[in-house]
C-alpha cells in the first residue's frame, strides 16, 4: 500500500503515461552462501522525453538497479527479491525469461561505458548495428543493412556509407561509442539505459557525444535512464536526479532544486568532493571513509557510518521524506528531513 | 561542416599490417602452405600422376633400387614404390583431414558449450574430456580400432574420437575467457539468445586458436594413422598406406631400405609442413608476437 503511495508521489509531472515504472524495487546478492540487499526499496518512473540520472560512487547500487531493469542479473548471485518494473507497458519482473529477452534491444536499449570492448571485434560495424533487427524485427539482412546506414547516419557516423562494412577497431572511442548508440536504438526502443555512457571519452568527445544523446532523445522521444557519477553531466543533461548510497536512494528531485539545495549530508559531500571552475580553487574535501560492503552494512541508515550529522535515531531506517514546500525534492534523513 | 569532411577524409582501411604479411615475413608458414598445397594436389591427382598402377605386381622386378624407371624402387611383390607412395598420400591425408575436421567441428561446438553455460554441464563436459585425454592418442586410437576393426570409416572415427576433447578443452578455454568481454553483456542487453551469442558471437573469436590448433592436429592425425597402419590396424592390405609401404618395407629392412626410407621422408615432409604452418598461424593470430 504505501510503495503505491511511493509511487504516485514520485511520478514526473508530465500527464503522459511512464515509460518505465519501477516500484520498491529490492535487488539482493549472494556473498558468501548470504543473500543481501544491494539495492533496498528503489521507486522511480521515466516518462518519454525525460531523463533521470541516477548518481552515487562505486558499490552504491546504481548498475545494479539498471541490471535489474534489463533482467540482466547474474543467475544465482544475483535476484529481485521484491518490487516490480513496468517498461512500457509490460511487466519485466511477472514476465518469462524468453519475455524479458524479447524486451532488452528492442523496447529497452543499453548503452555502455567502454565503447572499445562493448563491440564484437570481428564482425562489421554495420552487421552489428543490423543484427537487434535481424533478431526482434525478423527483417532480412538487406533491409536490415539499409537501416543500419540510416541510423549510422542518425548518429552522425561522417561517410557511413563507407563504413558499414568497416570493423570496429577502425573506428575511434567517440565513433565506436555512436555506433554502440545506433545499436541501442536500431529498434526504436522506448527506453535507454546509459550506463556512464561518456567516462571513457574525452572531454571534448563526452560533449559530442551527450549532445547527440539528448538531440536523439527529443527526436525519438526517448526516455533515458542516466548512470553517471559525473555531476558535471548530470546538471547538463538530466531532468531529475536520483542520489543513491548504499543500495538506498537517499535525495531525489529536479535537478535544479537539487543543485540549488543538496540536502542530504551524502549529497552535500559529493559536490563538496567535486572540483567546480566557477569557484576560487580551495581543497577538495573527500568524504572519509568508504562505502561499507554489504555484510558490514549498518542497520538504520546506511550513511550515517560516515555522516557527520549522525544522531541516535539513525539506527532506525529514515523514509524518503519530502521537503517542506518542495514536494518532489526528498530526502532519506532523520536531520535534514524529520 | 569542414570538420566533418575532415573526420571523413581518410579512407576506412588504416589497419596495422595484415596477418597474412606478419605470417608470412618469417617465410615459415609460406613455405608450410606451398608443401601443404602440393602434397595435396599429389594426393588428388593420383590417377593421372603415378607413373604405374601401385597394385601391379612384377615379379621378375622385384627389390629393384631406385632407378630412372623406378624413381623409389620397387617392393618385394615388384609394385612401384613411387607409385604406392603417391596413392598412399591419399589415405593418409583423406583420413588425417576428415578424422581432424570432425574433431574440430564437434569439440569447438561442446566446448563452445561446456564454457558458455557452466555450471553442471561444464564439470560434466570436463570430467569426461579429462577421462579422454589421460589415454594417450595412440592408445586411445589403437584401443578403438582393435575393438571396431581396421575400416576406413572406424579409422576415421576412432582419431576423431581422440581429437575430440582435446578440441573441446581448447574451446571451452577460450570461450570462458571470451564471456567475460564486454561485447558479451552487450549482446544480452540486445536480447539476442544463447545459440546466437554461442555461434555467432563466441565462436568467430575463438577460431584463431581452434584453427592452429587444428593445423597441428592434423600432422597428429596423420601419425597417428600411419603408426596404426604401421602395426597393421590400418586400411587393409593391398590399399596403400603410408603407414603400411614402411611395415611392408621392414621384411626387408637391410636388403632394400628404400620401402621404409620414401614413405618415411613423406610422413615427415607432411608433419613439417603443417607444423610450420601451425606454428605460422599461431605467431600471425598472437598479438604479442614481436612484428
Known amino acids: 500500500m504505501s510503495a503505491l503511495a511511493a509511487v504516485a508521489v514520485v511520478e514526473s509531472p508530465s500527464s503522459e503515461p511512464a515509460a518505465i515504472a519501477v516500484d520498491g524495487l529490492t535487488t539482493s546478492i549472494r556473498i558468501a552462501g548470504n543473500w543481501y540487499d544491494a539495492v533496498r526499496d528503489v521507486s522511480f518512473t521515466v516518462s518519454r522525453r525525460e531523463t533521470l540520472a541516477l548518481v552515487g560512487e562505486s558499490g552504491c547500487g546504481k548498475s545494479l538497479t539498471a541490471l535489474s531493469v534489463m533482467g540482466l542479473l547474474p543467475a ?15 511487466d519485466m519482473t511477472a514476465a518469462t525469461e524468453a519475455g524479458r529477452q524479447a524486451m532488452r534491444g528492442d523496447r529497452i536499449g543499453m548503452i555502455f561505458q567502454e565503447p572499445m570492448t562493448s563491440l564484437n571485434p570481428v564482425l562489421p560495424v554495420g552487421f552489428q548495428i543490423a543484427e537487434a533487427l535481424i533478431e526482434h524485427r525478423g527483417m532480412n539482412r538487406r533491409a536490415a543493412q539499409k537501416r543500419a546506414l540510416e541510423l549510422m547516419e542518425l ?72 548512470i553517471t557519477h559525473n555531476l558535471g553531466v548530470v546538471a547538463s543533461v538530466a531532468d531529475r536526479v536520483m542520489v543513491m548510497y548504499g543500495g538506498d536512494v537517499v535525495e531525489s528531485g529536479p535537478v535544479k532544486a537539487f543543485f540549488r539545495r543538496p540536502t542530504h549530508p551524502y549529497s552535500e559531500a ?42 541516535e535515531k539513525c539506527a532506525e531506517r529514515p523514509p524518503l521524506n519530502p521537503l517542506p514546500g518542495a514536494p518532489e525534492h526528498r530526502v532519506r534523513c532523520w536531520v535534514r528531513a524529520p | 561542416m569542414s570538420a566533418a569532411a575532415a573526420v571523413a577524409a581518410p579512407p576506412v582501411a588504416i589497419a596495422a599490417p595484415s596477418a597474412w604479411k606478419r605470417a608470412t615475413r618469417s617465410g615459415g608458414l609460406a613455405i608450410g602452405l606451398v608443401l601443404v598445397v602440393a602434397m595435396a594436389l599429389i594426393a588428388l591427382l593420383a590417377p593421372w600422376i603415378s607413373p604405374y598402377d601401385p597394385d601391379a605386381q612384377d615379379v621378375i622386378m622385384k627389390l629393384e633400387p631406385p632407378s630412372a624407371e623406378h624413381w623409389f624402387g620397387t617392393d618385394a611383390f615388384g609394385r612401384d614404390v613411387l607409385s604406392r607412395v603417391i596413392w598412399g ?14 574433431g ?23 570430467a569426461a574430456t579429462d577421462v579422454l585425454l589421460s589415454f594417450p592418442q595412440l592408445i586411445m586410437g589403437l584401443i578403438l580400432v582393435a575393438v571396431l576393426g581396421p575400416t576406413l570409416f572406424n579409422l576415421i572415427l576412432a582419431i576423431t574420437i581422440t581429437a ?47 584453427v592452429v590448433m587444428g593445423s597441428l592436429w592434423l600432422a597428429a592425425a596423420i601419425r597417428t594413422e600411419s603408426t596404426l597402419a604401421f602395426i597393421g590396424l590400418g586400411v587393409p592390405p593391398p590399399t596403400a598406406t603410408w603407414g603400411g609401404i614402411i611395415r611392408e618395407g621392414f621384411d626387408n629392412l637391410l636388403d632394400a631400405p628404400w620401402l621404409s626410407v620414401f614413405p618415411s621422408l613423406a610422413i615427415l615432409a607432411v608433419m613439417i609442413a603443417l607444423n610450420l604452418v601451425g606454428d605460422g598461424l599461431r605467431d600471425a593470430t598472437d598479438p604479442r608476437t614481436p612484428q
Open chain 1, 76 to 90: 544465482g548471485v544475483g535476484r529481485i527479491s521484491s518490487g516490480r518494473i513496468v517498461v512500457d507497458g509490460v
Open chain 1, 155 to 226: 548518429v552522425r557516423i561522417p561517410a557511413a556509407g563507407q563504413r558499414l562494412d568497416a570493423y570496429p577497431h577502425q573506428f575511434s572511442g567517440g565513433m565506436r561509442q555512436r555506433v554502440m548508440i545506433a545499436i541501442a536504438l536500431a529498434c526504436s526502443p522506448k527506453v535507454l539505459i546509459a550506463d556512464e555512457p561518456t567516462t571513457a571519452l574525452d572531454v571534448t568527445i563526452q560533449a559530442q557525444v551527450l549532445a547527440l544523446l539528448a538531440d536523439l532523445q527529443a527526436r525519438e522521444g526517448l526516455a533515458v535512464l542516466l
Open chain 1, 270 to 311: 559529493l559536490l563538496a568532493a567535486m572540483p567546480r571552475v566557477d569557484r576560487p580553487s580551495e581543497a577538495l574535501a573527500p568524504i572519509p571513509g568508504q562505502v561499507p560492503t554489504l555484510p558490514d552494512m549498518p542497520s538504520g541508515c546506511r550513511y550515517q557510518s560516515r555522516c557527520p550529522l549522525r544522531i
Open chain 2, 89 to 102: 598420400s591419399r589415405v593418409s591425408l583423406f583420413v588425417g583431414t576428415v578424422a581432424t575436421l570432425a
Open chain 2, 104 to 126: 574440430v567441428l564437434i569439440g569447438t561446438i561442446i566446448g563452445i558449450i561446456s564454457g558458455y553455460y557452466g555450471g553442471i554441464v561444464d564439470k560434466l563436459i570436463t
Open chain 2, 164 to 210: 575430440v576433447p582435446a578440441f573441446i578443452r581448447v574451446a571451452r578455454g577460450s570461450t570462458l575467457a571470451m564471456k567475460e568481454r564486454d561485447f558479451i553483456d552487450a549482446c544480452r542487453a540486445l536480447g539476442f539468445g544463447d545459440l546466437r551469442i554461442m555461434f555467432l558471437h563466441v565462436m568467430p573469436n575463438i577460431m584463431d586458436e581452434v
